[in-house]
């Protein structure tokens, strides 16, 4: 049974609308709205790209809504959006923050990042109605360019606000479309460069916290509403070039060649053997084969990538390790053997997020649906928390999307699940403000 219904006292007292919210999710995207897949009003996707016109109309959008609710609204030379509500104690200490993404992939959906932008809204839109103050400062967070997808490097501005990623790098990133045009350049031109420094000194935040949707399968499977997300996946990415040497199809005997598909075959095989002994992942996403194959020549030359990933980095390492070991023993398998080099492009350790957020989410949860309904998780994808979570307390709730499809035009979370993460979201920020004023 799926417990998904709003309890009739919740544990703040507040009550999030529903209506206000889903309706808010969708006058949003009426920038950006695409790839239309069903009759209904909202049943299209999206494609609003970081930094295009109609992502500046929903930066213009969001910056009025957060003025009506009495923010003040910072910017960044990234363009990130810093709004923020006064707390009762008017405390110098950085805000308690509600962040996620306005931006989307090029066939993206309704509710990656926009879900997490628009319930922080919502909670603050509540707050405010009922006259709710927090003891502290309290926030909502637009991180520019998380998607990637149209400058090519995602968590992109959270990454420049750690220190993850050198400013003038992003800057300099270029639209993957129109090689003339920067995200610098993006943001001069729709007035998005900020005078405050980006980073996590220059504007500190005292916590993280962001909703969701989870772009998986575990909580429809487990029919759980809430997933308290304790932490994202650590990952490698490596690229193996696998040479050999072509030969004719016809007139060379298999002791005779040096074959590289046929090693890097084996190798795709035998790594996905080694990841699934160890629980983990590994997935091969680009094959590159010469241009000038034929079909009665063993190829010259293949080249392929390797995605590890598991919640611990000793796990994540050891598969490595063994697919090193059993890839160098392939290459000398068959015929005459192959050469095998390999360089390794991303190493992304494991995140592990904040006790003290992740007990006011549960605390959160528990109170929304007692504890048959949600579960801990494990985040398969990078978010802006993942880099947040470097510099401040930080963890995420996930909510269910239909059948986990992500990144495609009919991504989904019913409006009951949206409602339900929102509640979580402003019971747990409220839970965690009052903690940290009972520790004075
Ligand atoms: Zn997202």
């Not at 002791?255 to 080694?274: G, H, T």
């Not at 998780?377 to 239909?402: E, K, N, W």
Request: contains cysteine; negative net charge.
């Amino acid at each position: 049974m799926k417990i998904s219904k709003m309890p009739k006292l919740t544990p703040s007292g507040l009550r999030i609308n529903q209506a206000r919210l889903s309706e808010t999710i969708h006058e949003t995207c009426k920038w950006g709205s695409a790839h239309r897949w069903g009759e209904g009003p909202n049943d299209t996707g999206m494609a609003r790209l970081t930094l295009t016109d109609d992502d500046a109309k929903v930066r213009r959008w969001f910056a009025d809504e957060v003025r009506k609710l009495g923010c003040s609204l910072s910017i960044d030379q990234m363009g990130n959006m810093f709004a923020r509500q006064s707390g009762r104690l008017r405390s110098n200490a950085p805000m308690i923050a509600m962040g996620s993404h306005l931006d989307t992939q090029p066939r993206g959906g309704r509710y990656d990042g926009i879900l997490g932008v628009t319930s922080a809204l919502e909670v603050l839109r509540t707050m405010r109605e009922n006259d709710f103050q927090t003891n502290y400062d309290v926030g909502i967070v637009n991180w520019t360019n998380e998607e990637g997808a149209r400058f090519p490097k995602s968590m992109c501005s959270s990454g420049v606000w750690a220190g993850g990623i050198p400013i003038q790098a992003a800057w300099d990133l270029r639209d993957i479309q129109d090689e003339r045009v920067s995200l610098r350049s993006e943001l001069e031109r729709h007035g998005y460069l900020g005078d405050i420094p980006c980073s996590h000194e220059a504007y500190p935040l005292g916590a993280h916290f962001e909703l969701h949707i989870e772009q998986g399968p575990i909580l429809p499977e487990t029919s759980r509403s809430i997933g308290v997300v304790t932490g994202a996946q650590g990952y490698r990415w490596l690229t193996f070039t696998v040479t050999g040497q072509d030969a004719h199809t016809g007139t060379t005997p298999f002791s005779a060649r040096r074959d590289p598909l046929l090693a890097a075959s084996k190798m795709i095989v035998a790594s996905n053997e080694v990841a699934k002994r160890h629980g983990a992942l590994a997935s091969t996403g680009i094959l590159k084969l010469p241009e000038n194959s034929s079909t009665n020549t063993v190829a010259s030359e293949v080249a392929f990538t390797l995605d590890i990933r598991h919640p611990k980095d000793d796990v994540v390492h050891a598969v490595e390790k063994e697919c090193l070991q059993t890839f160098q023993r392939i290459s000398s398998e068959d015929g005459k053997g192959v050469r095998l080099e390999w360089t390794m492009d991303t190493d992304s350790p494991a995140t592990q997020f904040h006790p003290d957020c992740i007990q006011s989410i549960k605390t959160a949860a528990n109170g929304l649906l007692g504890e048959e309904g949600w579960m801990e998780i494990t985040s398969g994808a990078g978010h802006d928390s993942v880099y947040t979570s470097r510099h401040c307390p930080t963890a995420m709730i996930f909510v269910p999307c239909r059948d986990g499809v992500s990144h495609h035009p009919t991504e989904y979370c019913t409006p009951e699940d949206c409602a339900l993460g929102t509640q979580a979201l402003l019971e747990s920020v409220v839970d965690y403000d009052q903690r940290l004023f009972n520790k004075g």
